[in-house]
């Protein structure tokens, strides 16, 4: 087996203590015989950390990525499968459903994105819509391939890149939050 492959299987299956549990081993449960073998971890770790390739690594998953799905800005060292969240996009031609609430009659407006979403709103151009349960459209990892992002194309709110003359992207990213929608 090649070298690599075998330390990626032995980082796999071992179990590599955190702070918090080295922390506390010293401060409660260890004996002073086992302080050496401590020791020799953390200075291990601290080899570690220090090559070369490690900062390489480090400074590359720090770099300032474009994601071609929700057309953000992310990392890869704060990418997770939950980075990558794009909101509903909504018709803005609501219409009254004929109920009433607090803040006058209630519209709604259906999304363009998905079928069975619709947001209400109490008035009118009144801002006060019901977004509880709403979700997203989607919760995904960033991604750089444009491939993997076209998968997710639906010609309204997840659409390929739009490269201007300078070469960025001039796609709006949708700002997901929990207090209004976003209409087209
Ligand atoms: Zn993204
Ligand atoms: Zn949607
Ligand atoms: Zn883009």
């Keep these: 087996m090649p070298v690599n492959r075998e330390l990626q299987e032995a980082a796999i299956v071992s179990q590599i203590p ?5 922390l506390k081993l010293v401060n409660r ?3 002073n015989e086992d302080f050496d073998t ?3 971890f953390l200075t291990a770790a601290k080899a570690v950390r220090s090559l070369e390739s490690f900062r390489t690594m480090k ?18 060292e704060e990418n997770t499968s939950k980075s990558c969240v794009i909101p ?8 009254g459903t004929g109920g009433m609430g607090e803040g006058g009659k209630i519209y709604e407006y259906e999304a363009l994105c998905c ?8 008035g009118a151009g009144n801002d006060n819509y019901r977004m509880r349960g709403l979700g997203f459209c989607l919760v995904d990892r960033h991604t750089e391939d444009p491939e993997v992002a076209a998968e997710d194309h639906n010609g309204e709110n997840v659409v390929p890149c739009e490269i201007d003359a300078s070469g960025k992207c001039t796609r709006e990213y949708l700002n997901p939050n929990h207090h209004s929608p976003h209409f087209h």
Excluded at 88 to 95: A, P
């Design 59 to 76: 400074r590359a998953n720090r770099v300032r990525k474009h994601c071609v799905r929700c057309h953000g800005v992310y990392t890869d």
């Design 38 to 40: 401590i020791k020799s």
């Design 88 to 95: 509903h996009l909504f018709c803005s031609d609501g219409r």
């Design 115 to 122: 079928e069975d979403v619709v947001v209400e709103e109490e």
């Design 29 to 31: 449960f260890a004996s």
């Design 18 to 22: 955190d702070r918090e549990e080295i």
